[in-house]
């Protein structure tokens, strides 16, 4: 028997505003729950308290929708205002069809809406973007905990829910990782009967996100998750993030 | 601080044959782990093991590849024989690519090559077919599972590995399961302030199999992971199966 991965949400935190050091108030929450972050420990960590902690905010009150936006919101039956914020956070669109909009996102997401959601914000007419760049803020929250934590640097992942081509139903996946290898790469290696492993390249970083979401209550504001037991994938290094699971265009069938 | 989830994976199982009853090589590994199950816990079951014990294996020196499977072979450079198996597995192609095949299987499930795998099969021109009806297996498992212990009846998920399009590496997903909510649907429900949640739709058996995973040695025999705190996805009844899981075609972009 393997030793085993135990997952923990930790309590809720405030409503979070821009500028809160999350770090902080995740060694906070552990502290309440008498827990002790450690190097080999992750920490996920919902987008959306990222996003507000780093201001991305938006009030569709305050959006001026161009005229490619106009048009496009006609087509697919959305808020123009709307739309024209999922342009303004996105390279390409990969489909339009009635109310969906499935865009490559600034960041080399592919998701709907360019993850812009409107859920859990307050006020009818808020809406939070992805975080400009999640690599950076997992490694900006990693920092925080290891100044937290008397140098101790548990790895973090931003995770957010996308939907998926073929199959319904979200999944917590990455966009953002520091101190975890993002994509294990076992072809080379041998199997239990020792032939070549022929295509089994493991996106740890999409595992541990969804891992995670199931020790959560949706409706609550439980934004971050310890997973302890994956230390075999802990690195001291912050790495190279999450944009490692971004599969180039050239290597997509369905872009 | 919500009561956490604890994953273990289980000893390794002695090769498996067609017949076998993987219920009771389960149970006899958590008597070894000392542990018992109940209600509420989750074991997630490898498909490898399951199609071995449903005598899914295939010697491709068996298959004879007809003309399409041989013109097609041709056009993407694989084995014609697997192509052939490929086919016969399957009620539509959905892309062909140098290499790649990605079929929507007889089953529903879209994947590439129709799931078929060759590594951790005894034998260099020995494959693996996916199980016939993979929920059939869960349930299957699950009731063998209740005979070895005196009624109890964790839950079961038969779990693969899946490429995805825009993202690199495989996640282990559901393609059967038996006694777990597939799909939780939160549209309607309230999120924390009070909004209703708009698209909110949770793949947990997808999630299930995904953090299992994380507890496994990939190179070893260990295909039986046990989830406990997942209680309040498990239901008395078998339900729906991973079936729930397929995207119908109509609400589908991207096949």
């Known amino acids: 028997v ?11 935190f405030p409503e979070i505003g821009r500028g809160d050091r999350l770090g902080d108030l995740i060694v906070d929450a552990t502290r309440e729950a008498n827990m002790r972050l450690h190097d080999g420990d992750v920490v996920v960590v919902s987008q959306k308290v990222v996003s507000k902690a ?30 024209e914020l999922v342009l303004s956070e996105s390279r390409h669109i990969v489909r339009a069809e009635t109310s969906v909009l499935i865009v490559e996102t ?7 809406n360019a993850g812009i959601d409107a859920s859990n914000v307050p006020g009818d007419e ?5 975080p400009e760049d999640s690599d950076a803020s997992a490694r900006r929250i990693r920092a ?10 548990p790895a973090v992942v931003v995770a957010d829910s996308f939907g998926r081509p073929w199959r319904l139903g979200q999944t917590e ?14 072809r080379g290696r041998a199997d239990s009967e020792g032939k070549r492993l022929a295509a089994t390249v493991i996106a740890i970083a999409d595992q541990l ?5 199931l020790a959560r209550d949706k409706t609550s504001r439980e934004p971050a998750i310890v997973i302890r037991g994956a230390d075999r994938w802990w690195t001291a290094a912050d790495g190279p993030g999450a944009a490692a699971l971004q599969r180039p265009a050239d290597r997509d069938l369905f872009r």
């Open 2 to 12: 393997s030793e085993g991965l135990e997952i923990t949400a930790l309590a809720s």
């Open 54 to 83: 780093e201001g991305r905010t938006r009030q569709l009150a305050d959006v001026e929708p161009g005229p490619r936006a106009e048009s496009l919101a006609e087509q697919i039956d959305r808020d123009p205002r709307l739309v």
């Open 106 to 112: 600034n960041g080399g997401w592919i998701c709907a």
């Open 126 to 130: 808020t809406v939070l973007l992805l």
């Open 144 to 153: 925080e905990l290891a100044d937290a934590l008397d140098g101790e640097r």
């Open 173 to 186: 996946i990455a966009i953002g990782c520091a101190g975890v290898i993002p994509v294990d790469d076992w």
């Open 209 to 213: 996100a969804a891992a995670a979401d």
